[in-house]
């Protein structure tokens, strides 16, 4: 596989479910990050690692966790969501933090009833 | 994979004809600017940069304009095709910082 990838492409949860996204990418690159993309808001940056540091929590609720595990993969730990949360969920990962050029999975489109 | 529920603008452009896709951006002290197209089912693709001390950056068929005095951003594709046909926007960045706007919808007409 090439590029960046992310597993399930959709998901229903209730809301008190447990659920992980996951993203997984090919290009040697040691950044990566967590996005939202909802019906009524433009992207929003939730989570930037790098190296396996999380180094920007852009204010996101604890209810949403990351773990990055090594440099090729990211997870997104979803608990307690609100329907709310329904969104989205974009990964992406570029050369370092700070290189601005980055590349995008297809997302994983979550409903939360 | 789009800004699905957004009521974007759109812009219709006939087959061949030139686009012009317009941004503002809100922090006069974001230091790079990007534009993204992304296609119904898929992730932002990136399709040009520029950083904030240039005016114009081009690339293949696409300009990117940079006027900072009033705070705005285009993309200009020439010759626009129907693979173009997406939601193109902008994303402004300081530091760690992404703000992305809510994008534009190319419809391109045979």
Known sequence: ETGVTQTPRHLVMGMTNKKSLKCEQHLGHNAMYWYKQSAKKPLELMFVYSLEERVENNSVPSRFSPECPNSSHLFLHLHTLQPEDSALYLCASSQYVGTYEQYFGPGTRLTVT | ?110
């Open chain 2, 1 to 110: 994979g789009e800004s699905v529920g957004l009521h974007l603008p759109t812009l219709s452009v006939q087959e061949g004809d030139n686009s012009i896709i317009n941004c503002a951006y809100s922090n006069s002290a974001s230091d790079y600017f990007i534009w993204y197209k992304q296609e119904s089912g898929k992730g932002p693709q990136f399709i040009i940069d520029i950083r904030s001390n240039m005016d114009k950056r081009q690339g293949q068929r696409v300009t990117v304009l940079l006027n900072k005095t009033v705070k705005h951003l285009s993309l200009q594709i020439a010759a626009t095709q129907p693979g173009d046909s997406a939601v193109y926007f902008c994303a402004e960045t300081y530091g760690q910082n992404f703000v992305f706007g809510p994008g534009t919808r190319l419809s391109v007409l045979p």
